[in-house]
């Protein structure tokens, strides 16, 4: 049986470089993560670091490989409780020009079967990189539309 593999593919009307601080910059994740602070802006061997909205640590994994504005690769393994069990996953992001433009490749993949946090960003992935492409274009990002409670548990901890 083939393990789980999440791709996604969107145009953003953004240069790579304005993508690529998106996704590595905490104050601008923060504008489209649905609260989150993300930090992703270094080099292979340092760490990407993830912040929910109540200032709880969500993520602290390796970035594999960083070439801005192009690919950024880290491990993935949110350090919930219930999620303790699952080994790190990993996500690619593949940043090419396209006129004036940015395609941008997610690549979520190495999940082992029967994985419990693959099912969870096959619906959060979509949301998130929705969000990030309005705030690149209009300057807001979306509110949180895969999990009405997990939008109220956000809410509740701020």
């Known amino acids: 049986m083939s393990k789980p593999k999440f791709v996604y593919v969107t145009y953003i009307a953004a240069a790579p470089e304005k993508v690529w601080q998106a996704l590595t910059k905490p104050d ?5 993560w649905f609260g989150y602070r993300v930090a992703a802006d270094g080099k292979a061997g340092d760490r990407m670091t993830a912040f929910s909205p109540a200032g709880k640590q969500a993520h602290d994994d390796p970035i594999l490989e960083s070439d801005p504005p192009r690919k ?7 350090l919930h409780k219930d999620m303790a069990g699952e080994r790190p996953s990993r996500v690619t992001f593949e940043l090419e020009p396209f006129k004036d433009q940015t395609r941008l490749t ?5 999940f082992d079967e029967g ?7 096959s619906k959060g992935w979509p949301a998130v990189l929705s969000s990030l492409k309005s705030f690149l274009e209009t300057g807001r990002g979306l509110q949180p539309s895969w999990d009405e409670d997990a939008a109220k548990r956000a ?3 701020a």
């Open 28 to 32: 601008m994740t923060e504008q489209y």
């Open 72 to 78: 950024l690769v880290y491990a993935w393994q949110p």
């Open 106 to 110: 997610v690549v979520h993949d190495e």
């Open 115 to 121: 994985s419990k946090i693959f099912g969870m960003i």
């Open 155 to 157: 809410a509740a901890e």
